[in-house]
């Protein structure tokens, strides 16, 4: 079965950084749109970044444009969130999510979820 398993999550000061890993299995990853979405609790996910099944495409929400930056490893079927100059609104918890129609961008393409890995940034 597909599985997405986030990882690199954890406490950070306000302006540092954290670099997030999402390792999948179970899917040809290399057909798919990968993405990342984050959740504050008792609010709906939001889309932060994807990214298209070839590296070709990425997109952000305006919050962490100049930010943060996903990137992915076709080879190690990992894909990654760098994010820097960390704010406490970015405190979250941050889903790694597969897009089937090999985008990354579209919410509704997201078929694939990882069980999450919290971010917290202190003030």
């Known amino acids: 079965q597909v599985q997405l398993v986030e990882s690199g999550g954890g406490l950070a000061q306000a302006g540092g950084s954290l670099r997030l890993s999402c390792a999948a299995s179970?899917?040809?990853?290399?057909?798919?749109?990968m993405g990342w979405f984050r959740q504050v609790q008792g609010k709906e996910h939001e889309f932060v970044t994807g990214?298209?099944?070839?590296?070709?495409?990425?997109y952000y929400v305006d919050s962490v444009k100049g930010r943060f930056t996903i990137s992915r490893d076709n080879v190690k079927n990992t894909v990654y969130l760098q994010m820097d100059s960390l704010k406490p609104e970015d405190t979250a918890m941050y889903y790694c999510?597969?897009?089937?129609?090999?985008?990354?961008?579209?919410?509704?393409?997201?078929?694939?979820w990882g069980q999450g890995t919290q971010v917290t940034v202190s003030s």
């Open positions: 990214i298209s099944w070839s590296g070709g495409s990425t």
């Open positions: 999510a597969a897009d089937k129609t090999g985008g990354g961008r579209y919410r509704i393409g997201f078929v694939y």
């Open positions: 179970g899917l040809t990853f290399s057909n798919y749109g």
